[in-house]
């Protein structure tokens, strides 16, 4: 799967398992891909590199967008279905809703 974000086009991993949901981009070098995690929530606790983070509902309309997110953040949001997370400068901020291909 794919998000595309303003004809831009990235690899989509869906984390589904708690270890997933848990680990989302820790540790990780050279991100080049997105990784949807459903939650409200999330940390940038031992991040190697910045990221972008979108925010969603349930129909993946945008309710929040964070640039540049350094380590040791914590970001949480009331009535989030979806957070995405983006290599850093990814996303622009005049995003409405995300769009997914198969």
Do not use: W
Request: with cysteine.
């Amino acid at each position: 799967m794919k998000v595309i974000i303003n004809n831009k086009k990235i690899e989509l991993i869906l984390a589904k398992s708690f270890f997933q949901r848990l680990k989302g981009l820790m540790f990780q070098k050279n991100i080049n891909y997105c990784l949807r995690i459903k939650t409200n929530s999330i940390h940038t606790i031992f991040m190697k590199e910045n990221i972008d983070i979108i925010m969603t509902d349930k129909n993946n309309n945008v309710l929040y967008i964070f640039k540049n997110v350094p380590k040791n953040k914590i970001i949480i949001k009331k009535n989030i279905y979806y957070t995405y997370e983006f290599p850093n400068n990814f996303i622009d901020k005049n995003i409405k809703k995300i769009k997914i291909q198969n």
